[in-house]
């Protein structure tokens, strides 16, 4: 009860002190920092293992299993997906810069024009709104097929989230504040687990790092079941005991803006195999 006690005290003493020193850039060099002290043989590169970075027999297991992942054929499936031209004869492909290379390090990004978030899923859907086909729901699996294809054209890009413009900080300032709100009867917030408790086990598993998670997503926990970062954000919804919000809503798309800046700079590396 302590540590718990402790960790909710802790969370509460970084919002703060983000809140004192409030920038998008001040904000993701001061949450590196954290992870910094309490673990500072740690390089920063290494967080795009997630929690594996604490466990050397995880991450053993991991680089066993993508040497003949079991989810290729799910990948595959994305693939012929995003390859299909529309019933206009167009594709995915044209939708994008460089058809589609390099292009989901930059999502989320904020449309001015829109007023709003826009994710990389999103982007998706508005393309096939575009070429008169029916948007995919958020949180079915034909959208996290496609996207486990379409990022992996972005391997290896540097996470590259922008936040420019007034409207663009208050939805920055709006994902923030729902990263480190408590919510649920457990009273847990993201910040509870994924900054003050990384690197500390829970059961029988360690708690990552919130650095590094957008780099890895929709990731593929057991075999071939795929699951978006959203579709993550409703399971710990879930697991606090809150109510959980929709994938593809305002607050999730701006949680996903927030988290996904502070993976600046880090390689994508999807899709991959998480436990």
Same mark, same amino acid.
């Given at each position: 009860?302590?540590?718990?006690?402790?960790?909710?005290?802790?969370?509460?003493?970084?919002?703060?002190?983000?809140?004192?020193?409030?920038?998008?850039?001040?904000?993701?060099?001061?949450?590196?920092?954290?992870?910094?002290?309490?673990?500072?043989?740690?390089?920063?590169? *290494?967080?795009?293992?997630? !929690? +594996?970075?604490?466990?050397?027999? !995880?991450?053993?297991?991991?680089?066993?299993?993508?040497?003949?992942?079991?989810?290729?054929?799910?990948?595959?499936? =994305?693939?012929? +997906?995003?390859?299909?031209?529309?019933?206009?004869?167009?594709?995915? $492909?044209?939708?994008?810069?460089?058809? =589609?290379?390099?292009?989901?390090?930059?999502?989320?990004?904020?449309?001015?024009?829109?007023?709003?978030?826009?994710?990389?899923?999103?982007?998706?859907?508005?393309? %096939?709104?575009?070429?008169?086909?029916? !948007?995919?729901?958020?949180?079915?699996?034909?959208?996290?097929?496609?996207?486990?294809?379409?990022?992996?054209?972005?391997?290896?890009?540097?996470?590259?989230?922008?936040?420019?413009?007034?409207?663009? *900080?208050?939805?920055?300032?709006?994902?923030?504040?729902?990263?480190?709100?408590?919510? =649920?009867?457990?009273?847990?917030?993201?910040?509870?687990?994924?900054?003050?408790? $990384?690197?500390? %086990?829970?059961?029988?598993?360690?708690?990552?790092?919130?650095?590094?998670? $957008?780099?890895?997503?929709?990731?593929?926990?057991?075999?071939?079941?795929?699951?978006?970062?959203? *579709?993550?954000?409703?399971?710990?919804?879930? *697991?606090?005991? $809150?109510?959980?919000?929709?994938?593809?809503?305002?607050?999730?798309?701006?949680?996903?803006?927030?988290?996904?800046?502070?993976?600046?700079?880090?390689?994508?590396?999807?899709?991959?195999?998480?436990?």
């Amino acid at each position: 009860m302590n540590k718990i006690i402790l960790a909710f005290v802790g969370a509460g003493l970084i919002a703060g002190s983000l809140a004192a020193n409030a920038s998008p850039e001040n904000d993701r060099k001061q949450i590196i920092n954290t992870y910094k002290k309490k673990y500072p043989k740690i390089k920063l590169d *290494q967080y795009v293992y997630g !929690a +594996m970075i604490y466990d050397d027999g !995880a991450l053993d297991q991991y680089k066993t299993i993508m040497d003949f992942p079991p989810f290729e054929g799910v990948i595959e499936e =994305g693939k012929a +997906m995003w390859e299909k031209p529309f019933a206009n004869g167009k594709t995915y $492909a044209e939708c994008f810069p460089n058809g =589609g290379k390099n292009a989901a390090g930059n999502y989320p990004q904020f449309d001015d024009k829109q007023g709003k978030v826009v994710t990389f899923e999103m982007a998706l859907n508005a393309c %096939r709104e575009a070429n008169g086909e029916k !948007a995919m729901e958020y949180s079915g699996k034909e959208i996290g097929k496609l996207t486990s294809y379409a990022r992996t054209l972005s391997d290896g890009m540097k996470m590259n989230v922008k936040v420019q413009g007034p409207a663009a *900080q208050e939805a920055f300032e709006r994902g923030k504040n729902m990263f480190f709100q408590r919510r =649920g009867q457990l009273n847990f917030s993201c910040a509870t687990c994924h900054m003050d408790n $990384a690197g500390h %086990r829970i059961r029988s598993e360690f708690l990552s790092p919130a650095v590094g998670h $957008a780099t890895h997503w929709p990731v593929f926990r057991g075999g071939d079941n795929l699951v978006t970062l959203q *579709q993550r954000y409703a399971q710990c919804f879930n *697991q606090v005991r $809150a109510v959980s919000l929709k994938p593809g809503s305002q607050e999730f798309n701006e949680l996903e803006y927030f988290h996904s800046y502070l993976s600046n700079g880090l390689p994508m590396k999807a899709s991959v195999f998480r436990k």
